[in-house]
């Protein structure tokens, strides 16, 4: 393989649409699967979102279990219990159900019911064995994209660091995206969220290893942010289309990054999250214009077909830069437009753990999709800007 090779993996079926969940079990048929492992979170579960799921399962004549163990930011030792349900149970199917944190689980859990060993011993990209049992993913977010993705983020209970396992055979063999499902979520929620889709598709965009095909899945999933997020936020029981659109959108930015990766504002948020508990989404959601701030004179063309998409007043005159500039700034109104804050300084992240956080944002993967090289101290320098609310040009 040389570095002009490029992969892109997507999963083998994708179903959409408003109530798409009933069709759960004419697809378990064609797996020929009897009893599913669903695998979520408590809230999911109390909040009803499973219900549409379990009546489609039932009225396909089998028997399920439920692993409702999920938390936030998932750790090893989640994933292993979720494991051990899975074996309980005798299950032969994974139906990761909710948010990021449990199709992630259910990956991880995945790979554990057919390799032996402790699950951080598959960190890094290619390192599965045996293919895990057939998988369905279905989000109740409209965020993470972790349904389209061959990815698992699994923290380290020992040192609280995301490791983060990759391998095709993650894949789902169906993902189904429901925006019915989304609708239940509290509206931070929904903001953080879809501000994490807006980070997916903007760092796929200006990854250096973009394709056309990334690229234009995240042009398009940029302009449907920009769009439908404020309308989505504000969601009282009407508007179908906002959901539509933001779970489209989510599901495009994360086939987007699957294949193009992501970039400094993962690799930083990753550190924020798995330190202080900071939500995945609000941590994205605050560093992505500190991040694009510092990407800008690396790749000013990219800045500027983002303000479009964002919807700014630029034409063919604007000097790409300015053009850039505007897109920073879209960015930080819409952010504004969801409520969600201006600095880490608002969230439970410490000023004084700026140089550990940096240090190991060097070792995440996802920086190697960055388009301008960073260090250590540029990282630092990122991360004191958005503690401090500042930016250089702006
Ligand atoms: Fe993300």
Redo the contacts with the bound molecule.
Sequence with gaps: MTATHQMWNVPNRMLFGWGAVTELGAHLDEFGVERPLIITDEGVRAAGVLDPLLDAIEASGRDYAIFDGVQPDPTDTVVHDAAAAYDEADADLVLGVGG?SSIDTAKAASILATNDGHILDFEGSGNVPNDPPPSVFVPTTS???SEVGHWTIVKDSETSIKEEIGDVSLLADLAIVDPQLTASAPAPVKAATGM??L??AIEAYVSIKAQSQTSALAVDSIEKVGTYLPRAVEYRGTDREALSKMARASSQAGMA?NGAG?GAV?AL?HQVGGTFGVP??LA?AILLPYVMEYNLPQVPEKMATIADALGEDVDPATPSRVAGERAVAAVRRLASDVRIPETLAATAAERDAIPQLAEQAMDDGSLTGNPRATDADDLAGILERAFDGEFVTL
Excluded: A, E, I, K
């Design positions: 990021g965020g993470t994209g994490d889709v980070t997916h990054f992501l993962h948020s995945h989404g994205n």
